[in-house]
């Protein structure tokens, strides 16, 4: 069976659960949902943005625009559907070894 890819709602993105709806929270908060600690490089990298640009959004020197956000879930959406996809391949592997 095929999974299909279905973006996360408004709900169920890490911005959404984060406890502050403010621009520079939800940032971090999708940045160390999808890259850990370290995350401000390579968000800016996949977003093909100046590492600069993305520290002056959290500092609150300037906003970003409402499509950061937008290609921020679907990324966060394509990383859990491959960490889903990963896990199967795993588990298929563990029941034939066994």
């Known amino acids: 069976m095929k999974a299909t890819a279905k973006l996360p709602s408004a709900t169920e993105t890490p911005a959404a659960k ?3 709806s403010s ?9 160390q949902s999808l890259y850990g600690e370290h995350w401000l490089k390579p968000m800016s990298r996949d977003l093909k943005i100046r590492p600069d640009t993305v520290a002056k959004w959290m500092s609150g020197k ?5 499509v950061i ?22 588990d298929r592997n563990r029941k034939k070894a066994d």
Not at 23 to 31: E, I, K, N, T, V
Request: charged share 25%; hydrophobic share 45%; no cysteine.
């Open 18 to 20: 984060a406890n502050s």
């Open 62 to 66: 300037r906003q970003a625009d409402q």
């Open 23 to 31: 621009p520079p929270d939800r940032l971090q908060s999708f940045g």
């Open 69 to 90: 956000f937008e290609a921020l879930a679907i990324l966060f959406a394509y990383h859990k559907k491959a960490v889903v996809k990963a896990s199967e391949i795993l």
